[in-house]
């Protein structure tokens, strides 16, 4: 069965670095997605993209996020200038379609721990 | 009021035992629904969608009140393997694209 994948599945950086978290959606979907879950909080929307551009984000993805598709394969998330706070799973996801009835496919997840 | 609500756990219940979870939303423009499982620091997984008529998959029944704005989820005969975090999950369409709006979990321990 096609999977959503991400790289690294772990990320240690010190406070005010940048990271950018990897991801490889399945190959005919067109909709994708960022999530992050803090440690025993719930999972939060952070963003959507679909034709190469932004098609929602949450509060929580202000100006220190960046996403890209830099390729035809991978979907990126930068994050800027990291604080302590950002630590948490990251979890990327795609859909083939944007209708809402069309669940989600999510990866396994990247652990960003900053320092 | 929190957007989509759900107990708060843990569960705990013996093997074969029938187990009922509840689920509660906000925002009556809700579209579509879904349950997934999510294993301890592992990815959420699509267990089923909900639909308007009810729904079920083998020991998985799944039942929808928009009027209640309210969304269950049974587990019959419930095996070691259904112990998991159970998250309600619910999408809805803003500026036309479907944005998911996830419960915190409930946590469900099956026992021998």
């Known amino acids: 069965e096609p999977e959503v994948t991400q790289t690294p599945s772990h990320q240690v950086t010190q406070m005010g670095q940048e990271v950018i978290l990897r991801c490889v959606p399945i190959s005919n979907h067109l909709y994708f997605y960022w999530y992050r879950q803090i440690l025993g909080q719930k999972v939060e929307f952070l963003v959507s993209f679909y034709n190469n551009e932004i098609s929602e984000k949450s509060e929580i993805f202000d100006d220190q996020f960046s996403v890209e598709r830099p390729d035809g394969s991978n979907f990126t998330l930068k994050i800027r200038s990291t604080k302590l706070e950002d630590s948490a799973m990251y979890f990327c996801?795609?859909?083939?379609?944007?209708?809402?009835?069309?669940?989600?496919?999510f990866g396994d997840g990247t652990r960003l721990s900053i320092l | 009021r929190k957007e989509v609500e759900q107990d708060p756990g843990p569960f705990n219940v013996p093997e074969g035992a029938t187990v009922a979870f509840n689920c509660t939303y906000s925002n009556s423009a809700s579209q579509s629904f879904f349950w997934y499982r999510q294993d301890c620091r592992k990815e959420p997984k699509l267990l089923m969608s909900v639909y308007s008529s009810g729904n079920e998959d083998g020991r998985f029944t799944a039942q929808l009140n928009r009027a209640s704005q309210y969304i269950s989820l049974l587990i019959r005969d419930s095996k070691l393997s259904d112990s998991a975090t159970y998250l309600c999950?619910?999408?809805?369409?803003?500026?036309?694209?479907?944005?998911?709006?996830f419960g915190k979990g409930t946590m469900l321990l099956v026992s021998p």
């Open positions: 996801a795609s859909s083939g379609q944007g209708q809402s009835n069309q669940p989600q496919h």
């Open positions: 999950v619910v999408n809805a369409r803003r500026s036309g694209y479907s944005t998911l709006t």
